[in-house]
C-alpha cells in the first residue's frame, strides 16, 4: 500500500463536485492508493514528463489527476485534478 497525499488544489476539486461525482473520485483514488498497478484503473504514463494520469471513469468521466508516483518510498501526490483538457496545462 502507498502513502497518499493530495494537493490543497486538488482537494477543493474533489469538494466542488456533486455527491456521485466526488464519491466515484474517492472511490477510484482508494483503489490507486492500495495499488497503483490495478488493472481495473485507467493510469498512464504522460507523455515527455515523469508524473502519470490518472482517468476517472463513471460519472467523474470528465476528470483527470496528475499523480506523482515514487517507488522507492511507496507514495503518490496527487498534484492536480481537473477537467480532461485543463489538467494538463502548466500550474504555477
Known amino acids: 500500500m502507498y502513502r497518499l497525499t493530495i494537493r490543497k ?3 477543493k476539486t474533489i469538494a466542488r ?5 466526488r464519491e466515484q473520485m474517492i472511490k477510484e483514488i482508494d483503489q490507486l492508493e492500495a495499488d497503483p498497478d490495478d488493472p481495473a484503473l485507467d ?3 504522460v ?4 508524473e502519470w494520469r490518472l482517468r476517472f471513469k463513471g460519472p467523474a468521466h470528465r476528470f483527470r489527476a496528475i499523480v506523482v508516483r515514487d517507488d522507492v518510498t511507496t507514495t ?9 483538457g485543463e489538467v ?3 500550474r504555477s
Open 47 to 50: 507523455v515527455g514528463g515523469s
Open 9 to 11: 488544489g486538488a482537494q
Open 88 to 90: 494538463y496545462r502548466p
Open 76 to 84: 503518490l501526490d496527487i498534484r492536480a485534478i481537473a477537467p480532461r
Open 43 to 45: 493510469v498512464e504514463r
Open 17 to 21: 463536485q456533486s455527491r456521485p461525482v
